[in-house]
């Protein structure tokens, strides 16, 4: 089992940063890739980043170049810069986790609001 446990949502400005956290606890040895999640309201939920535990990145095409994910030297630790945001980035943010064993684990969620 693997917790994770999400930090750094808020409300900011358009253009603007934030910088999301998430500690991963457990059996985080087993943890093949881990990523960040969003849902707007009325929206499905979809995938903003990810990594590996190689540091290979995958983003999606609406944050490629303002959003970038990273790991902790100590590798449960995965973190989000999401620079030069814009009103359609709020959404609420998971943290999610894949192991070997192909199951997944989801954070609670953080808020992230952008005002024009």
């Known amino acids: 089992q693997v917790l994770l446990v999400e930090s750094g949502g808020g409300l900011v400005q358009a253009g603007g940063s934030l910088r999301l956290s998430c500690a991963a606890s457990?059996?985080?040895?087993?943890?093949?890739?881990m990523g960040w999640y969003r849902q707007a309201p009325g929206k499905q939920r979809e995938l903003v980043a990810s990594i590996t535990s190689g540091s290979s990145t995958n983003y999606a095409d609406s944050v490629e170049g303002r959003f970038t994910i990273s790991r902790g030297n100590a590798k449960n630790w995965v973190f989000l810069q999401m620079n030069s945001l814009k009103p359609e980035d709020t959404a609420v943010y998971y943290c999610?986790?894949?192991?070997?064993?192909?199951?997944?684990?989801w954070g609670q969620g953080t808020q992230v609001t952008v005002s024009s």
């Open positions: 999610h986790a894949r192991d070997s064993r192909v199951d997944e684990y």
């Open positions: 457990g059996s985080i040895f087993s943890i093949i890739t």
